[in-house]
Every structure is written in structure tokens, then in C-alpha cells.
């Protein structure tokens, strides 16, 4: 990983952040990219590969919490709306393939980002990448933070 490890999913945008907040319908993880529920909730993005609105969960500042403070289910999330250029800390899973800066990322269906699989040819579209990744990563068996450029 690179030598410093930031404290906050929000590492650094042109613009000004778009945040928003619902409440989660379960429990919420800072640096997950997340989605919103028919019930207008939060939750952890749920379709691999999926189409996504880059929402990320950031840590709840205003109470003191930090980046390994989960939101529990009911609770009011911070999140924020990512836009292109937009640098976040967020998660990577991925047992088969390792990250790096010519890899893109997307939704690995629960809240993760993983490696995007250019070399099989996709029948279905759904590929939808949500940024690319600013650090290498190895391929891990347990979720792990990576900066993460927002495309």
C-alpha cells in the first residue's frame, strides 16, 4: 500500500462534496459504495457488476467517529456522491485478481469493489466501472481499503 494511509473516505475532489444522508437498512460500513432502497434507505450496493450512483458511506465526523465506526441498521448515514476526479478511500475485495493503477474497478455485490474482468467478454453489459484504482492491492480473501479515483 502507499505510505499514508488516509483517516477519511474522502480524500480529496475540485468541487465541493455532494453528501446526503438516509437512514441504513442494515448495517453500514465507511468506504462501502452503497445504494438506496425502495424503502429510500442505504445499504451496501448489492448487484455485481451493477449500475450504481458512486455513493460511498464516509465516517460520521460530526460525532467523533472514525473511518472503523460502522453505522448500525436504523441509524443516520453520512454518504457522499462521488463525481469524476473525485478520490475516495474505499474498499477492494477480490481473491483472483490484484489491483493497480491500470486496473478499473467495480461493484462486487456487497459493498466492495473489485477488479474489472476485461479478458471475458461480457454478454450481458454489465460491466459498469466506478473508478480506478490509485494503489496495487494483492489479491485478498478478507475487504481492505484502496484509494480509489472515481471515473
Known amino acids: 500500500m502507499a505510505s499514508s494511509t488516509p483517516s477519511t473516505i474522502k480524500i480529496k475532489s475540485k468541487y465541493e462534496w455532494t453528501q ?3 437512514l441504513a437498512a442494515a448495517a453500514v460500513t465507511p468506504g462501502k459504495l452503497l445504494e438506496v432502497t425502495a424503502a429510500d434507505k442505504f445499504k451496501h450496493h448489492a448487484t455485481a457488476g451493477g449500475v450504481n450512483q458512486k455513493a460511498f458511506a464516509i465516517e ?3 460525532i467523533g467517529d472514525d ?3 460502522d ?3 436504523g441509524n443516520q448515514v453520512h454518504a457522499i456522491y462521488a463525481q469524476p476526479g473525485d478520490e ?3 474498499y477492494f475485495l477480490d481473491s483472483t485478481t490484484a489491483a493497480n493503477p491500470t486496473k478499473f474497478a467495480q461493484s462486487d455485490g456487497s459493498g466492495n469493489l473489485k477488479t474489472v474482468d476485461t479478458t471475458t467478454p461480457s454478454s450481458t453489459g454489465d460491466r459498469v466501472i ?3 484504482f490509485l494503489e ?3 489479491t485478498t480473501a478478507t475487504a ?3 484509494k480509489l479515483e472515481v471515473l
Do not use: Q
Open 144 to 146: 481492505t481499503r484502496i
Open 71 to 73: 453505522y448500525s441498521s
Open 20 to 22: 446526503k444522508e438516509k
Open 88 to 90: 475516495v478511500y474505499a
Open 67 to 69: 473511518i472503523d465506526t
Open 130 to 132: 466506478v473508478g480506478r
Open 136 to 138: 496495487s492491492v494483492a
Open 60 to 62: 460520521n465526523a460530526m
